[in-house]
């Protein structure tokens, strides 16, 4: 059977761009695609990077700018991993062209912007990407919840923690220049944390936020903290920051319920805790759950039980899993509607912290 | 030599009359103590388990008038273990009376009234059982503070957890009486996290926050949630509540700062987690390290270095130094107002939560 | 209703000596006990700390010649918290004078030792300070493996690892001399972890063993090592060191069987983590199981759920359990017949690693 | 320029087939290999399954018949991944021809064999599938020893457990099969352990052990326990089973020694407990490193600090380090000299287990 072929384009050359490559090329490794993925072209800014990274991981072309992606008929996805100012107009142009698209969070800047990128691509195969719903741990928190062991939800609590902030070592990113990147943890970080909220606990309808710049002549948020409440009655608190000392990527989370709790740290991120409240009380406690066996999510794909995995496998599943609706002409999410709802939240966080009082998302 | 006598009278039969009970038998067995106590008279409404209890912890005699404790005039100590509702009446005859007055948190019910007791206490020595102050970690960690071993705080985050809002089993309890409690979880827990707070880092400013009550036909808060900004330029948050399935007792906090970062959870209360960031950087990784060896706080009190502690001893450790202030004539805290600076945080907690605006302190 | 008197002497000012008065001090406290505790003579033998110690302690007397306490009339147990080659003398006089004895572990530094002291005893009420078993989480634990939660045992694993013997600061102390000691580790640790694991999985059968001693001019062992077979059928193995960097008092054990398993580490003694291989697979971990609830051994005796408990209550547990036992004439456990059964495990384990051959026990 | 070619066939087409099919397509990707890699040929016993494995990892060619690896010239490596009893059938062939060989653990199921194969392979270039010296936190590890971290070692503790041993649903498989393995855990999990401590700890002198089959009609061994004693004057201890109910790949080690420790479990690859024992004493502590850091071993070539990885990058570690080694001329570890000392404490153990006696190595 000659399977039908999706022509990537990739536009970042980062670190971003190193995990899409990676998930494109090992994708049809551990799942049966329906379609063969070519990497097609790879943009971004400066040639010689370009050319050592297409060499290593087999890019037909390269190009430093990216309208030639949009412009090629032989490319069927475009896929932006660029800053986060750039997502707006490439994929309005990518829309226009008729493309599918796959875009790294933030969606966008603004939320009108974000607003026009939904609109734009209307009728579009989209793809967003929040990788961590992938997390096999995570997916399965959400069965948990599917399958009421949660029950009826209380609290939700998630921080992301970094620490780099505060690191005179690293050199200047883009991700600390207002310009490029919109918004300091806001976009980069809890935006991950407000995508797996509404994945496990459903819709925010309020928020409450500070934020804080702690260095000198920066002018984006260091730190963002909200509180929320869900429209399942449930209230949730938000934490990220990039100032988080010995925090190195604890992008955590904890749901409780009625029935039961989970409990979950990318740092650990072949572990979920699962406390079952509707047992003997004196068997209760946390459980410490290797999510890494037959019945688990994804694991049949990967390695024997308990031979872990890492973050890279997130973006395989990711794709695997587009491929898969698409071939099924099934919806599929995180999509840019998934997406534009985080943005929506984000917002809400945004005019909170800025006015001082609580803010309807 | 004759050690000088102090006799106290407790009031308050529950959970908190066994605590101090055992404080005032325990603290002589651990501490070179320079006066001695002498358990003179317990105070409470049902005769028949006073007369139990003091069997059993050795009081002398018994009343279920509390005002016959303050107009004894063999009675030192006041010491306030009774509902919310009732530390300030008691608090303003004791303090009439001259008397020593140890008295339970929350200090009041509203911030009226905590100023009154001040007002009234002044000149008298007042003890306020923020026992957690005394758990060997925490001492430990304001410690490390001092030492400049966390250097410029950025952030504190705070959670007091509980589970058990939900247990149809519980019996009925003042803890959930709006009249008697004065509020929920913001006295109950909330209050010892910020007292940490306060401690380790310093004074809040301003608050945002939000409340909510879980259960139906239920006046007082189940939960309370706050963002918190610091004197000291840090940012934080808290959380309290009884429906945390799945957490017994987590008073937990986090403290991150330039050179390093302290982690604390009272269900392992032994131990406190410390980052040092100003060592080599591959070495660097949050170090388990149990508060019970001999250059700890309060450890050569107790047993051999790591024969681990309980709740019970905070207390014990309480009282001891408040005698040796005492005898020597100086300052102790936490005392009334350090308690009154508790409480003028939660009543900005509380008008953030009802207004949805932030809150100054 | 008068209470029968109980009147003790102990022989020892050490540590054990202190957690002995604490329990005898706290027991009424926690527990309704059939007998009322008096204590009536601390021998030891240094006078000027004898006296310090009965003060704070609140001992009627005081002698340095053990010998005292056996031929007075008053005195109804005698407690031996001496240095183990006393144990013996000690325990026969005791014996002879019809004394109920209560005596530290090891029970003797040589079978024949024990063996004769059981003899002696025998038609006496006795008492062997394992008090490990009254940790919450180990009695739990048998309550697990008697309800068949474990199901089949597979494998015994213990360690108790301390970090001392390298400490150049630490002063001399009987525990490392031989003619006090009778052995290093052999019987100061592991007999803790042989008696724990024949409470809690039966009988040892036969053991292989090495024994290393690292100090110069030591003659005790300061690390023992041995694998076992049990009379079910399971394996295990044992270690026990004093050179164990890092670890402060690592008295850990785990049990797997075929219906679940279960793990304890005397650092966290208010925790057991309990794994039922029973439910769904995709449930399955390692639960951590705060031994702190209603329905957990001890607990009401103590302080509410989740309100942690230290090493001392298991000596006051202990005492408690013998005063019922002797109360309604039923047998008490650990006596000197249990301890005996553990002298012939480690008389095994000391042969094994003379020989480099397997050992019946 | 044009890279040197090496032409790969590997014999095994179950997980072991797979996790090496990765590790060649994966390698270049992450590490600036001197080498291109070239998947041959792919033999195994299943035709059907075979050409399914081909097309998804793209071997050019299949065959059912090993020997045909051996006999065509334009096959550089031999890699065995098939069970056990081919190791030395294979190996021998493939040293005739003068090939490269890369073999899977455990290296042989007789010592004989083993030596059989050491002599064959003299003078070629071999490695063998010691995967985990290549996990970044085992490589730390050994940087730590190497950097006197450690100091003088004590105690080295090592386990491999698993539980599928009883797990009904599990189908037959070679592995407990005598004829095929040649042993049971001994070879399957033992054997990593083992050569893990010689990596880190040295020689091993001197052994005692017992083994246990718990299932009815298995003549090999379902759990190995060991006692060992080290060149370098430490003691050990080492124990692998199937049966170990709730540990799913413990694959663990500690040791301990002057000046710290260290413990790791690859349940947690990504992280190494270190204890520093030479700093303050009051701030020690087990830290709980990530080792995902930009100055910890390979992580430079994977991805962003604490962006973790999994089971699969200790095979394209291990390969990378070979591919240099080759290019540079340099031996490279481990080869079939280390995999035979391995062997060396594998037999020395199943002969102390079979004369319940000490076995020197």
Known sequence: MVKKKLRIATIGQGFMGKAHSNAFRQAKHFFDLPFELELALLCGRDQQSLETMAARWGWESTSTDWREAVSRW??????????NNLHTPIALAAAAAGKMIWCEKPLAN????????????RGLRTLVWFNYRRVPAIAFARQLVEQDRIGTPYHYRATYLQEWGNDPTRPPNWKTDLAQAG????????????????????????????????????????????LARFGNGSVGSFEATRYATGAKNRNSFELHGSNGAVRFDLEDLNRLEFTDATGPRNLQGPRSILVTGPDHPYWSNFWKPAHIIGYEHTFIATVADFLFALDRGEPFEPDFGTAHRVQLV????????????????
């Open 110 to 121: 603004t939320i009108e912007d974000s607003a026009r990128m939904v609109e734009a691509a």
């Open 183 to 226: 918004s300091g943890v806001l976009g980069d970080l809890l935006c991950h944390s407000i995508d797996t909220a509404l994945y496990l606990n459903g819709p925010i309808t309020e928020v409450s936020a500070i934020q804080k710049t702690f260095a000198q002549n920066r002018a984006i948020d260091d730190a963002t903290l909200a």
């Open 74 to 83: 032989d490319i069927d996805v475009i896929d932006i991993a660029a800053p």
């Open 346 to 361: 984000l917002d809400a966080v945004a005019r909170a912290a800025a006015s001082g009082s609580a803010a309807t998302v």
